[in-house]
């Protein structure tokens, strides 16, 4: 079965699309900084590479990959030009909004055949603000490297949606006993062409699926979605793996199973069920399914590398899976000391909150700043990566490195 790994060009043509940016840059970081080097590199690729994007930075063009450089995350809500792309397969040729049908079957009293346009008739519209963000974001800093897409921060975002909640759509089908997952089936096509091949096919817990944040989404930002955000029919699931939030969606099945489609299995989008050793190999039967994203923040303002003066407003947002912020604090001294910043409720539930700070930088020189949330829980971004064969969940706390004049 295909996993992330397999989903990797090979290195001469990533390479001709990078410039010369190599993985192996990656592999001996150990440190919280951020490689500079690397950074500078990709960029010179970035250009506006993605029609419809600005500033992405191309990781793959087969499949398509694309990550949002932290700066260009700045807005409270994600601009459509700047939500990362992650594809596992290739995207429909053509699409058509108003032909499209989603599928509702399964285990369901009544299976559904609806257009969008019978879905903004039948069902009360949602316009939220919900986080978008890949499982294996900030894998480029795992020693050993995890393989797979080499995301360093930008595998995030934060865009307005619109649409229905799946949760009005279940209901209306009739939700049969026994349900416990659904399986979320899209119109993308395997990266061997066969037909009978799927790239993904991911599923949440039924109870997650009837949650109010669950929405079949079919506007972006007030306008038509990004094709390469999915349109014209996606879902979102905010909080969890972006790989539960099913592209081009064709279909929702209902099962009496946990849903076994490709990338549920196996490794992917799956951790050790215990504690593991950096490089440790763990074999498949010990990995389970990543539900919610752990609590994490992201600075988007100063930019890496940035020239500062002494006082400088530092600022950007954070979030926690299915729960709340709490604080973040700012340490511009490794941890020594910290300072709160001033933060946001969330817009709606699955929205980031966003916060900011007056930092004071006491003397010239060279300054790393960290952000580090804390979520209603109780949990704390941790200072280190909590190694998992795959590379997923890295949550540790961001940094901007700057230089003060
Ligand atoms: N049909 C389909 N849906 C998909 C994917 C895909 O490859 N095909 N990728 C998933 C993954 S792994 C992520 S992280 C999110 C990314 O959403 P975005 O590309 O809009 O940022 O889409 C998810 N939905
Ligand atoms: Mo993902």
């Known amino acids: 079965m295909l996993d992330d790994t397999d989903t990797q060009q090979p290195d001469a043509t990533r390479r001709g699309l990078l410039g010369g940016f190599a993985l192996a840059s990656t592999a001996t970081f150990l440190g919280v900084t951020l490689p500079l080097q690397l950074t500078a590199t990709r960029a010179l690729a970035s250009d506006d590479a993605v029609d419809g994007k600005t500033g992405l930075v191309v990781l793959n063009d087969r499949p398509l990959n694309a990550e949002t450089p932290a700066h260009l995350l700045d807005d409270p809500i994600t601009p459509t030009t700047r939500h990362f792309i992650r594809n596992n397969g290739i995207e429909p040729l053509e699409v058509d909004a108003a032909t499209w049908t989603l599928t509702v079957d399964g285990l369901v009293d009544t299976p559904l055949e609806l257009t969008i346009a019978d879905m903004r008739d039948q069902f009360e519209v949602h316009t939220v ?3 978008i963000e890949c499982g294996g974001n900030g894998r480029a800093f795992f020693d050993p490297p995890a393989s797979g897409n080499q995301w360093t921060v930008g595998a995030v975002g934060c865009s307005e949606w619109t649409g229905v909640r799946l949760k009005d759509v279940l209901e209306a089908a009739g939700v049969q006993d026994g349900v416990v997952y659904t399986a979320h089936y899209g119109a993308d096509q395997h990266l061997s062409g066969d037909p009978d091949k799927l790239p993904i096919s991911r599923g949440v817990p039924i109870a997650k699926a009837l949650t109010d944040d ?14 390469h955000n999915g349109a014209p029919l996606r879902l979102v699931v905010p909080g969890w793996p972006g790989s539960c939030s099913q592209k081009w969606l064709t279909r929702i099945e209902l099962r009496d199973v946990v849903h076994d489609g490709p990338k549920m299995t196996g490794q992917s989008y799956r951790v050790p069920a215990y504690p593991v050793a950096a490089g440790q190999s763990v074999p498949d039967e010990d990995f389970v399914i990543i539900e919610r ?41 490794f941890g020594t000391t910290w300072i709160e910043a001033e933060l946001d409720a969330p817009v709606n539930s699955g929205a980031w909150q966003n916060w900011r700070a007056q930092v004071e930088l006491p003397q010239a020189g060279y300054y790393e700043i960290w952000s580090r949330a804390t979520d209603d829980a109780g949990d704390m971004q941790p200072f280190a990566i909590a190694w998992n064969p795959k590379g997923y969940l890295n949550n540790r706390m961001h940094v901007a490195s700057v230089r003060a004049s």
Do not use: C, Y
């Open 129 to 131: 603000a919900l986080v």
């Open 214 to 227: 669950v929405l079949i989404a079919f506007e972006q930002n007030g306008e038509p979605m990004h094709i």
């Open 293 to 333: 994203m752990p609590v994490k923040s992201l600075i988007t303002h100063p930019a890496d590398g940035a020239e500062v003066s002494s006082a400088t407003e530092v600022r950007g947002h954070a979030w926690s899976g299915d729960r709340t912020i709490s604080a973040v604090h700012l340490s511009t001294d």
